[in-house]
């Protein structure tokens, strides 16, 4: 099932508290535009498929990444996309929006998605793996 735009970035907006939908969808756009450089074939176009639009295309024709970002570098990199966000700011961005993602793809797409991705991105997709401590 694909969200509507409106109904995916009001529930980023909730998560993520922000005040406008405006600074929801800023996050949205570059979370999403960093992930789709992680992800590859089918699993990269069925979560895009389970996407508003606007955010599928930016999905599928992310920002091109040399090599795969920790975690912790991923974090970084959304700090450094978002005008005026700190590491602990785009930590919150990045919750907010992949634990949507991950709730309009389901579990297991979300698990197939986790598995092309380096350890530790299921806690950004609020999604801890058992025996997993942050």
């Known amino acids: 099932m694909t969200l509507r735009w409106e109904a995916f970035l009001e529930e980023v ?3 993520g508290e922000y005040d406008t939908p405006r600074e929801a969808e800023r996050a949205a756009r570059v979370v999403l535009a960093l992930l789709g450089a992680h992800l590859v074939g089918n699993v990269r176009a069925e979560l895009a498929a389970r996407l508003p639009e606007t955010l599928a295309l930016i999905l ?8 795969p970002l920790s975690p912790e570098r991923f974090t970084r990199a959304t700090a450094a996309w978002i005008e005026g966000a700190t590491e602990n700011t785009a930590l919150w961005d990045i919750g907010a929006v992949l634990s949507t993602v991950a709730d309009a793809a389901g579990d297991d797409l979300t698990e197939r998605v986790l598995l092309q991705l380096p350890p530790g991105y299921d806690l950004l997709f609020g999604r801890p793996r058992p025996g997993h401590r942050p």
Not at 60 to 67: D, F, K, V, Y
């Open 60 to 67: 599928l024709n992310p920002l091109q990444a040399a090599e």
């Open 13 to 15: 907006r909730e998560r």
